[in-house]
T-cell receptor, first 118, second 111 residues
């Protein structure tokens, strides 16, 4: 099946620093990747949609200057949380869209990155 | 109106019973529907996808879709304690570009 990896799995940083999270599709090419955030006991909230070679599309309420997304290749997207603050502490999950036989698209998720900002 | 709605639960069933999870969605034009399972502290794992009305079976799991009623369900037969997790219903958004998730239903299977 389609495998998506994320790195790092968890990170602790000081307030004001920037953190980069990588998302890779290991055995397929993903023209579209997605970044989600999940706070405890809440559902996944879509932050942005990332298309290879173009600017990301951010959901309403998500600051594009704070959450920088780069989708430089068909297998790699990165999310950089700039000037992180404690309220940015969350579980960040990426997913990649795979096109299956029959023309249907399915999304496969990475294992997530737990960010804690002190 | 929320786009995807689920009963948050918890839904408690004994081992070996059938667990029934329900989901409604607001966009009548939606064409693709998914059920994900999420264990605590882990990312979602795709269980089932369904695209046309009726039932789709895969092992102990059966997804049911009724587009007229804008309703999709997941049945888990012979429930096991390892099935205890949060089950997320997801629908492709209007633009066809991203998944929209419900808040999830927490299932607890007791042995």
């Amino acid at each position: 099946g389609a495998v998506v990896s994320q790195h790092p799995s968890w990170v602790i940083c000081k307030s004001g620093t920037s953190v980069k999270i990588e998302c890779r599709s290991l055995d397929f090419q993903a023209t579209t990747m997605f970044w989600y955030r999940q706070f405890p006991k809440q559902s996944l909230m879509l932050m942005a949609t990332s298309n290879e070679g173009s600017k990301a599309t951010y959901e309403q309420g998500v600051e594009k200057d704070k959450f920088l997304i780069n989708h430089a290749s068909l297998t790699l997207s990165t999310l950089t949380v700039t000037s992180a603050h404690p309220e940015d502490s969350s579980f960040y999950i990426c997913s990649a869209r795979a096109r299956l036989a029959g023309g249907y698209n399915e999304q496969f998720f990475g294992p997530g990155t737990r960010l804690t900002v002190l | 109106q929320k786009e995807v709605e689920q009963n948050s639960g918890p839904l408690s069933v004994p081992e070996g019973a059938i667990a029934s999870l329900n989901c409604t969605y607001s966009d009548r034009g939606s064409q693709s529907f998914f059920w994900y399972r999420q264990y605590s502290g882990k990312s979602p794992e795709l269980i089932m996808s369904i695209y046309s009305n009726g039932d789709k079976e895969d092992g102990r799991f059966t997804a049911q879709l009724n587009k007229a009623s804008q309703y999709v369900s997941l049945l888990i037969r012979d429930s096991q304690p390892s099935d205890s997790a949060t089950y997320l219903c997801a629908v492709i958004n209007q633009a066809g570009t991203a998944l929209i998730f419900g808040k999830g239903t927490t299932l607890s299977v007791s042995s």
